[in-house]
């Protein structure tokens, strides 16, 4: 019987500049947090930019759904059956919440929709591939939004 070798994981330090996120917005969050930030550029830099747009919607819905649970609120958004809503129905209630009116910016309800909609594209359309070019137009969206977010959130 042989002993099996395993080939050593390759680690999410050798991103370089090469990177979507600056994982540094993500420091003093959740761990799942960052891992998914690191997943994000991992996916970026290998090109499976569908991927990159899926677990950027992701990201966003879970630092919506963190908002209100710190806030205490979290029913607000849940359905009749205690489920969270989809993307969809957490920006229309996140937008629509008074006691976030002090840390939404005009931006962050206008780039929320594009997250959702580039996410739901490469997640559900069949003929759509997503390019770099997609994802680069909108660099700077998802930094602004996460760290509105996670300022928010964890109070950095």
Known sequence: MTVQQHKPRVQPKEINDSALLPLEIFENTRGYLKRNATQINICYKYKAYDACFVLLRKVTEILIIELYEKEKIEEKIKDADGYYFMLGKLITSFQNEGKFKKIKSRKINEY????KENGDLSAHSRKYNAHKGDI??????????FEELIHSIYQL
Not at 112 to 115: E, F
């Open 136 to 145: 680069d137009i909108f660099r700077t969206i998802y930094r602004v939004v």
């Open 112 to 115: 929320l929709p594009k997250i």
